[in-house]
C-alpha cells in the first residue's frame, strides 16, 4: 500500500492537540509544555511521522498560532474553533480528506512516550482483524482520570470517568487515545454522536460501540506500559519527562559518552554529542548545543545553542549561543553570551563575562573581565579585572585588540578603541586613544611613554597535556 516515495497511500493520521489542558492549571497550551526541550505535541508527530502516512493534520484551536508555530514542518495544522470534544476535533479534520478508502490513525497529542512501533504495530493489528475501528487500551494499576474500556464480541465500549458508575470505574482497562478506524466507517460514525454526557461534548470515544454495532470494533492491548505515561497535569508531565530524560541519557551513553552522574544531568533531545566526552553532575546541555569528543562539561555547567570543539574544557559556566574552540577552556564561574567566539586553545576564566566578542587562537582572559563587542587577536594576554567599556549609555562601540598584545590588571578600554599588535598596557590604565603597535601605554588617560617590552611568557599557566584540558580528576 506504499505509493513512489515510500508513503503508505492509504493511512492518514490526526494528531487531537487543540485542547487547553485544563488539568496542567497553566496559562500556557499543554501542548506547549515542553519535554526535554521539545513541545509535547512534537512527540506525536514525529512518532506518527515514521509511518510515513499520506496525510498527517494536527487539530489546533486553544492558543493555535503558538501551537502551530511550534509544529515540525511535516505536518498540517487543521483549525478546530472551538473545542467542542474529541469528536468535533475528528470530525472538522476530515473535511479536509476527500471519501475514499483507507484507515485513519487518531493519536491525543498528550501521550508522548507513546513509540512509532506502538503505532505501527496498531494499524498492523487493525488492518489483519478487518474491523472497523481497534482501540490501543492497557491495564494500568491506577486508572483515574481515564476513559474505561469494555469490550465484549467485537463491541467496544468507552465511559468516560466522569459519565461511569462506581462499578465502571473499578475497571482499570483504560483507554489511551490512540485509535485506527476504517475511514468510510468513522466518517459515518461522528455523524451519530451525541453531546448528552457530563461535558456536553462530542466524544470521539463514543464512536467505537456505533462502529462496534455494524462492524466490530476491538482493543489492542500495550505491550510497554512506560508508554501509557498520558500527560494532564504537571505531576504527569515531570514523570514523562523523567522517562525521556533517561532514554536520551541512555542514548549518549551507547555512544561512548561518560556521563557520572545521570541524576543530576539534563540533556535535552536536540543535543550531540562526540564520543569520550566527559559529562560532570549538575550539567544542563540545552537546544542546539553541540559538544565535540574528548571534552570535559560540568560539574554545574548550563549550555545552550553552544557549540564545543573537541578538547574543550567547560567548568562552572554558562553558554548561551556561544561558539567554544578545540581545546579551550572555559571556567570556573564564565559566562558567555551570544557572539562568543572562542578560538582554539583560548582561555576565558574564573568570574568572567564575555558577549559578542572573539577571543583568537591561544588568547586569555582569566580572570574577573568584562568583554563586549570585542575583537581579541591570537597570543593576547588580558590582564584581571580589564574591562571593555563598550556602551557610552547610548552607543555600543567596538574594542579592537591586535595580536600578542597585554594588558595589565584593572585596564578600562574605553570603545571605541584599538590597542596595536604586542602593545603593552600599565596596570589601571584608562585607555581612551587608540595605542600603537608595539607601544607601551600607562595612566589616566594612558599616554605613550616607550617601547612595549619584549613577549611576554606566563609559562606556568600554559594547560598541561599539550593544550588538552586538565582531566576531570584534577583538583
Ligand atoms: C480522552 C478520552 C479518554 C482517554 C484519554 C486518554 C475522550 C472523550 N476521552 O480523555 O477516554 O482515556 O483521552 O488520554 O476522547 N482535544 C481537541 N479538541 C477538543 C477536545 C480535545 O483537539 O475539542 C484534544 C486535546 O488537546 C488532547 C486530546 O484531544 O490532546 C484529548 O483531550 P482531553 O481533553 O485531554 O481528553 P481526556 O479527558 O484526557
Ligand atoms: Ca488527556
Request: contains cysteine; hydrophobic residues 35%.
Amino acid at each position: 500500500m506504499s505509493d513512489d516515495n515510500g508513503r503508505d497511500s492509504s493511512l492518514v493520521a490526526i494528531v487531537l492537540a487543540a485542547g487547553k489542558g485544563t488539568r496542567m492549571k497553566s496559562n500556557r497550551a499543554k501542548m506547549l509544555h515542553t519535554l526535554c526541550g521539545v513541545p509535547m505535541v512534537n512527540y506525536a508527530v514525529s512518532a506518527i511521522n515514521s509511518l510515513l502516512p499520506d496525510r498527517l493534520m494536527v487539530v489546533v484551536g486553544h492558543q493555535a498560532d503558538e501551537v502551530r508555530a511550534a509544529l515540525p514542518e511535516n505536518c498540517e495544522p487543521v483549525l478546530q474553533k472551538t473545542q467542542l470534544g474529541t469528536g468535533d476535533a475528528v470530525r472538522g479534520a476530515l473535511e479536509n480528506v476527500g471519501d475514499g478508502e483507507g484507515t485513519l490513525l487518531v493519536v491525543n497529542g498528550d501521550g508522548p512516550i507513546i513509540s512509532d512501533r506502538t503505532l505501527e504495530e496498531l494499524v498492523e493489528r487493525h488492518r489483519a482483524a478487518d474491523v472497523g475501528a481497534t482501540v490501543l487500551a492497557a491495564e494500568l494499576p491506577d486508572p483515574s482520570g481515564l476513559g474505561r474500556v469494555e469490550e465484549d464480541a467485537g463491541v467496544v465500549r468507552i465511559v468516560e470517568e466522569r459519565d461511569a458508575t462506581e462499578s465502571e470505574r473499578a475497571n482499570n482497562l483504560v483507554n489511551l487515545g490512540l485509535y485506527a478506524f476504517e475511514l468510510s466507517e468513522i466518517r459515518w460514525a461522528l455523524g451519530e454522536l451525541s453531546s448528552e454526557n457530563e461535558q456536553g461534548e462530542l466524544y470521539l470515544t463514543d464512536a467505537l460501540e456505533i462502529i462496534g454495532k455494524k462492524s466490530r470494533a476491538v482493543t489492542y492491548h500495550l505491550k510497554d506500559l512506560e508508554e501509557a505515561n498520558l500527560v494532564n497535569d504537571q505531576a504527569q508531565l515531570a514523570r514523562a519527562e523523567e522517562i525521556l530524560r533517561r532514554r536520551i541519557l541512555d542514548a549518549h551513553m551507547k555512544e561512548g559518552v561518560t556521563v557520572r552522574d545521570p541524576v543530576s544531568t539534563h540533556i535535552e533531545a536536540t543535543v550531540e554529542i562526540g564520543r569520550d566526552t566527559v559529562v560532570l553532575p549538575g550539567t544542563f546541555l540545552r537546544g542546539y548545543t553541540k559538544v565535540g569528543s574528548d571534552c570535559v562539561i560540568g560539574p554545574s555547567s548550563d549550555l545552550m545553542d553552544t557549540t564545543v570543539g573537541d578538547g574543550a574544557l567547560v567548568e562552572h559556566s554558562v553558554g548561551r549561543g556561544a561558539r567554544i574552540g578545540s581545546n579551550a577552556s572555559v571556567g570556573p564561574y564564565a559566562y558567555l553570551r551570544p557572539g562568543t567566539v572562542l578560538e582554539e586553545g583560548s582561555k576565558v576564566g574564573a568570574y568572567c563575562e564575555v558577549k559578542n566578542t572573539t577571543v583568537g587562537k591561544g588568547s586569555k582572559v582569566p580572570h574577573l573581565s568584562y568583554m563586549g563587542d570585542a575583537r581579541i587577536g591570537e597570543g593576547v594576554n588580558i590582564g584581571a579585572g580589564t574591562i571593555t567599556a563598550n556602551y557610552d549609555g547610548v552607543n555600543k562601540s567596538e574594542t579592537e585588540i591586535g595580536d600578542g598584545a597585554f594588558t595589565g590588571v584593572n585596564t578600562n578600554l574605553i570603545a571605541p578603541v584599538e590597542i596595536g599588535a604586542g602593545a603593552y598596557l600599565g596596570a589601571g590604565s584608562v585607555v581612551n586613544k587608540n595605542i600603537p603597535a608595539g607601544k607601551m601605554a600607562v595612566g589616566a588617560p594612558a599616554r605613550v611613554i616607550r617601547d612595549a617590552p619584549g613577549k611576554v611568557s606566563d609559562e606556568e599557566d600554559k594547560m598541561p597535556n599539550n593544550g588538552r584540558p586538565r582531566s576531570e580528576t584534577e583538583g
